[in-house]
């Protein structure tokens, strides 16, 4: 089976910029963690195909879980995310 591949971009809600201090983990099939370019974007690393629990933090942010996501076999999938800064 062809491993397969997430990607996109994580940016401010508010403003719409990249957050280079992302983290993202992906907890499936395969499990990683990856960290976010100075802009925001990322590529997970080869992953097996299935179902995946996605969360993203940043440092002044709302952790996002994104749960139930399917990576098909050989796939490339976009999933880009938009955090809420924490209120000061």
């Known amino acids: 089976m062809p491993p397969g591949t997430f990607w996109g971009k994580v940016t401010n809600k508010n403003t719409g910029a990249g957050i280079s201090g992302a983290q993202m983990a992906f907890d499936g099939p395969t499990d990683a963690t990856v960290n976010r370019n100075t802009d925001g974007s990322y590529v997970s690393p080869l992953l097996n195909s ?3 629990t996605i969360r993203v933090t940043a440092s002044g942010y709302q952790t996002i879980t994104n749960s139930g996501v399917n990576l098909p076999e050989g ?3 976009q999933k880009n995310y938009r955090m809420t800064p924490t209120p000061a």
Do not use: C
């Open 50 to 52: 299935g179902t995946y």
């Open 75 to 77: 796939g490339y999938v």
